[in-house]
């Protein structure tokens, strides 16, 4: 007698979540990084922060463009988490896709708002 475990069926494509699963996380770990960055930017100012100071700290275009890069990151954290999301409870089809849509639009807006107030200053 032969003992079955689990299903027969093929899965083509599906890497179970494993790609999503580290790009969440080297996403996480970009935004870590950058915060001590910035913490430490933020702590050699030295005085009271005001305008200037602050966008001093963003002035210099290497700091411009690991900020444009942590946007990148966050919004590809965001929607990896929000896509889940959508997927996991909204089950009519149409309706999740408009959500997804929404979403996607959402966050290309804000990086673009982001990359419009850095290159501004």
């Known amino acids: 007698m032969s003992v079955n475990y689990g299903s027969k069926r093929t899965v083509v494509g599906a ?17 870590a990084l950058y915060t001590v960055v910035l913490l430490v930017r933020f702590l050699t100012v030295g005085g009271p922060v005001g305008y ?47 959500l997804q849509v929404i979403t996607i639009a959402w966050l290309v807006g804000c990086i673009g708002w982001g990359i419009q107030v850095l290159w501004r200053l």
Not at 17 to 26: H, I, N
Not at 74 to 95: E, F, N, Q, S, T
Request: aromatic letters at 18%; proline letters at 3%; glycine letters at 8%.
């Open 15 to 31: 890497h179970y979540g494993t790609r999503d699963f580290l790009a969440q996380r080297s996403t996480a770990v970009l935004m």
């Open 52 to 98: 200037e100071q602050w966008a001093g700290i963003f002035a210099p275009q290497w700091m411009k463009f690991l900020t444009l890069a942590l946007f990148v990151a966050l919004g590809w954290h965001a929607w990896i988490g929000v896509r889940d999301i959508w997927m996991d409870y909204v089950k009519p089809v149409g309706l999740r896709l408009s």
